[in-house]
């Protein structure tokens, strides 16, 4: 049986023809502009106030755009962005070890394993530098070498040292940066805030995008906004796995609830997971812990040649050690791509034992001192989660759900199908294909926020301003009727399980079916599974208190029945394309290697899903590579 | 293990202590893992669960705080509740469980305070005036590794507000001096070094938080460890500001 009907295919319409290198330049002179008396009378909504969604708010304030901002913490400086840690990638090549944007380009094309589009993953690299030299302007205090200068490292899936970072916080000191700016044009009076509040909708009216409906997650008060443009930078959806190195609150309900107003969403399969997170420790288990990929630097994974080994790490003689990436891949040993390297653990051990992540080599050859200066708080971390001591024994680790490549669909300009419906960050699902390098996230969320947004969306916004809205128009009072339907619906049931325990239960299904390693027989039974046990919840939650107070539980159960909705579509997805590539392993497409076989014949293409509340209907974006030749993706 | 835990419950103006006894704990939870356990008892029970903050769960993005035995965060040195585990108690302790205390930081509900007026002083200056797309090469400037250092160290705040809750004045002076050091070290800050620390200074005045007499309360509850030095720096610049700039 089918899940999905197919429909037309889309196309990308905004991207230039002609060279690459300057299709930017060219998309910036062709977009028309608003001129700055103008840009007073238009109003951008942007949801989510993370990296993209900061950087976006804060300089379309400074252009001059009136800016509603929105997010569900108690303030713009927690979005989940805060807690990358590694780096951001730009290819400056201050090192002068070969970088180039060409190269930046090559590597993202290829860490994604051929599945992003070429123009936007050369844009990136392109921008790349601006944001370097934008963040240290703005006094993010980069880690330095003694003659001034901003050190680099490397990351996984490159050759070259370009991955500027600060410690292991690098998440934290970019976005209060864009925190910094944002509070400044809020404090100008250009972008009006909204800290604890939820987008439960998306406003379309005469198929424009105008406006969100939000709930007041203090009073519980339900309101509406509405703009000339909304900006949807609400991250990505790891959180659907329950265990996942995501914040708590980070959810899908923003994109999807746009989603089912008719914008497409693409590649929901594609997630990644992280190969160095702390492993499981217990049931009571809520989320998992990143250690940094720039870990990987100097850490050496292993695990004991024999499997049934019960010695302690540290009495496991060398001989008996095997360190299988270095034996696997021995050009880019410990510093292969996170897929690669997680599938590869996966394989080799379980996620009791995990595998062992070993400094001691580090320790010899650069001293705890310089160790600590690179790593320390990694360290710490890890110790104050574990109660081991790094600088003593290995580290045990083993991967985790990190980031979601797929998202809701753009195009160049990064605006939906949805006309006025632009989505940024991690929430869209533009450039990173089937796998994302380390260090692209930031890259792209910072890129999307402070510079490809700001630089098109005059070309909507000229249109515009549009007519004014009010609760009455009836698509908008439909849309409220439907939000307050649905609290009122969680809330009446009153069952006997709690929210927590139905998101426990589809995580670990989606962990099993359509985790790290996903095949036919899974997937189905994935598909059986999810529809009863969403039917369950709609029959058995339990969610105590009112919807006009603060009631955590309730927010809760709006984003897991989201989730539920969302697993199904990454299901289909994944069942769909039986090709294996970056993220999406599907075990009856692999090499004799046991590596992933990819299918281009097949499906060198974006697959974006259109809601129709029946099957899902498809919709194909081919992907044309004219500058980077897709090979099987080798790192030996 | 098994644990006592006294905690605040509050829903409109006053509250009181309510005390739940938990004896299936693991060791290795962490403080919050112990307050979701108890919060699927007491939905299950059909009472009303414990409001708390909290998001990242890795000790970063600040937002979850209580204190714990009187302890902004609890007892174990430079970490966010999210990060303290059960191995640091004993079996059968008894522990009170408070929201951050202090009039500009109002509680909303149980655990749950409103900690916005620590925008409003970032918003009153806490930032190098820089919009996007006017920046110089990043090696236009070259930045001493001492200053770069310094200027990390405190930039590592996270905004979570232990210091003010652990101030017997309620001061927000390490929050402020934080920032204000983070920028003021830095060549990139100069320009509105003076300007910065006045206005910032003054927003935390209008607040309500409370002036700073060196009690060091901040920095032993501070999950970064950033220094009482930092305050000592705002003083300097901000008698500075007072005193020599034209600007002021």
């Known amino acids: ?636 | 293990m098994k644990l006592t835990l006294r905690i605040w419950r509050q829903h409109g103006s006053s509250g009181r202590l309510v005390e739940y006894v938990m004896d299936d704990l693991s060791p290795d939870m962490s403080f919050l893992e112990a307050l979701d356990v108890l919060n699927e008892k007491l939905i299950l029970a059909g009472e009303e669960p414990v409001a708390f903050d909290h998001d990242c769960r890795e000790g970063i993005c600040g937002m979850c705080g209580v204190m714990i035995n009187g302890v902004a965060h609890g007892p174990q040195k430079a970490t966010t509740a999210c990060q303290l585990h059960l191995r640091h108690f004993k079996d059968g302790d008894v522990l009170t469980v408070e929201p951050w205390r202090a009039d500009p930081f109002p509680v909303v509900r149980d655990l749950v305070v409103d900690r916005s007026a620590f925008d409003r002083i970032i918003a009153a200056g806490g930032y190098v005036s820089v919009p996007t797309g006017s920046a110089p090469d990043a090696h236009a400037l070259p930045v001493p590794k001492p200053d770069a250092d310094t200027a990390f160290e405190a930039a590592a705040c996270i905004g979570c507000g232990a210091c003010v809750a652990a101030c017997p004045n309620g001061s927000a002076m390490l929050f402020t001096a934080a920032k204000a050091t983070h920028l003021g070290v830095l060549p990139q800050g100069q320009p509105e070094r003076y300007q910065r620390a006045r206005n910032m200074v003054a927003e935390h005045d209008a607040l309500g938080f409370g002036g700073c007499t060196n009690t060091g309360e901040c920095t032993s509850v501070c999950p970064k460890g950033i220094p009482l030095t930092t305050i000592a720096r705002l003083n300097a610049d901000l008698l500075k500001a007072h005193t020599t700039r034209s600007d002021r």
């Open chain 1, 1 to 636: 049986m089918s899940f999905h009907t197919e429909g037309p295919p889309i196309a990308d319409q905004r991207v230039p023809a002609g060279p690459i290198e300057t299709r930017w330049d060219r998309r910036r002179f062709s977009a028309r502009l608003v001129n700055p008396a103008n840009r007073r009378n238009r109003t951008v909504i942007v949801v989510g106030t993370g990296l993209a969604g900061g950087s976006a708010a804060a300089t379309l304030g400074e252009l001059g755009y009136r800016v509603k901002s929105f997010c569900y913490q108690d303030s713009p400086r927690r979005a989940h962005s805060i807690a990358a840690q590694g780096g951001i990638n730009a290819a400056k090549n201050y090192r002068n070890d070969g970088d180039s944007v060409h190269r930046l380009f090559y590597d993202t094309v290829k860490g994604g394993d051929f599945r992003s589009r070429e123009s936007n993953v050369h844009r990136l690299a392109q921008i790349s530098v601006e944001i370097i030299d934008q963040c240290v302007a703005q006094g993010v205090p980069f880690a330095r070498e003694y003659g001034g200068l901003l050190d680099t490292r490397s990351f996984g899936g490159a050759q070259v040292s370009r991955t500027f970072y600060a410690r292991g916080q690098t998440g934290q000191q970019l976005l209060l940066g864009a925190y910094q700016a944002l509070e400044r044009q809020i404090n100008a009076g250009r972008v009006e805030m909204h800290a604890r509040h939820e987008m439960l909708d998306l406003v379309v009216v005469d198929g424009r995008a105008r406006g969100i409906v939000v709930r007041d997650l203090v009073s519980g008060e339900i309101s509406t906004h509405f703009a000339d443009a909304v900006v949807l930078a609400t991250g990505g959806y790891g959180n659907v796995f329950h265990l996942s190195t995501n914040a708590k609150g980070c959810n899908t309900t923003a994109i999807w609830r746009a989603h089912r107003r008719g914008a497409l969403f693409a590649n929901p399969c594609f997630t990644q997971i992280h190969p160095t997170c702390i492993p499981i420790s217990g049931d009571h288990q809520s989320k998992l812990t990143l250690m940094s990929e720039s870990l990987r630097n100097d850490g050496r994974v292993w695990v004991p040649k024999n499997p049934h080994d019960t010695r302690k790490s540290n009495d496991i003689p060398e001989a008996e050690r095997d360190y299988f990436l270095e034996r696997m891949y021995p050009s880019f040993g410990n510093l292969v791509p996170r897929d690669i390297a997680s599938r590869a653990a996966k394989n080799i051990s379980d996620e009791k034992r995990g595998v062992y992540l070993d400094f001691a080599d580090a320790l010899k050859r650069l001293g705890p001192l310089a160790v600590e200066e690179r790593y320390g708080n990694l360290f710490e971390m890890y110790q104050r989660i574990t109660g081991d001591d790094p600088y003593k024994v290995p580290m045990r680790i083993y991967p985790a759900v990190h980031y979601t490549m797929g998202g809701l669909w753009v195009d160049y300009d990064l605006r939906s199908n949805i006309p006025g419906l632009y989505v940024i960050g991690e929430a869209n699902f533009s450039d990173h294909g089937a796998n994302r390098l380390g260090a692209s996230a930031l890259m792209q969320g910072l890129a999307d926020g402070y510079f490809v947004l700001p630089g098109v969306i005059g070309d909507y916004l000229a249109d515009g301003p549009f007519e004014d809205l009010d609760d009455a128009h009836p698509a908008v009072a439909d849309t409220v009727s439907e939000v307050r339907g649905r609290i009122k619906t969680l809330l009446a049931v009153d069952g006997d399980r709690t929210v927590e325990s139905f998101h426990r239960e589809l995580g670990r299904l989606m962990w099993d079916e359509c985790g790290m390693e996903r095949n036919e027989a899974g997937l189905r039974k994935a598909l059986e599974r999810i529809p009863e046990l969403r039917e369950e919840f709609w029959q058995r939650v339990k969610v105590p208190g009112s919807g006009a107070e603060l009631n955590q539980q309730l927010e809760k159960a709006g984003r897991v029945a989201d989730f539920f909705e969302l697993a199904e579509l990454m299901c289909v997805d994944a069942l769909h394309r039986e090709e294996s590539c970056g993220g999406h392993f599907r075990s009856e497409s692999q090499t004799p290697d046991g590596e992933a076989l990819r299918d281009d014949a097949r499906f060198s293409y974006v697959a974006a899903w259109e809601f129709t509340g029946e099957k899902p209907v498809l919709h194909k974006e081919e992907l044309v590579f004219e500058h980077v030749q897709p090979t099987t993706r080798s790192y030996a």
